[in-house]
């Protein structure tokens, strides 16, 4: 299950689930957007969206929409 899903399961905030698996020992995988993804994410940051609104939609960091948005523009 992804981190996403457990958190919805049991009700808790997604940070919190990978503070626990983080110290259960639990890597995080980690995916490497597509550039469709990328274009996707540009497209919404033109319709004037911010990365937290991005991140939220597309179920990514914000943090991480921002670092692909600013490094390829």
């Given at each position: 299950?992804s981190?996403?899903?457990?958190?919805?399961?049991?009700?808790h905030?997604?940070?919190?689930?990978?503070?626990h698996?983080?110290?259960?020992?639990?890597?995080s995988?980690?995916a490497?957007p597509?550039?469709?993804?990328?274009?996707h994410?540009?497209?919404?940051y033109?319709?004037?969206?911010?990365?937290?609104?991005?991140?939220?939609?597309?179920?990514?960091?914000?943090?991480?929409i921002?670092?692909?948005?600013?490094?390829?523009?």
């Amino acid at each position: 299950m992804s981190a996403y899903d457990l958190a919805e399961k049991y009700g808790h905030n997604r940070g919190t689930i990978m503070r626990h698996l983080a110290t259960a020992g639990v890597r995080s995988r980690v995916a490497v957007p597509t550039d469709d993804e990328i274009a996707h994410w540009r497209e919404l940051y033109a319709q004037g969206l911010g990365y937290k609104t991005i991140a939220r939609r597309v179920e990514r960091n914000h943090k991480t929409i921002r670092k692909y948005l600013t490094s390829t523009a």
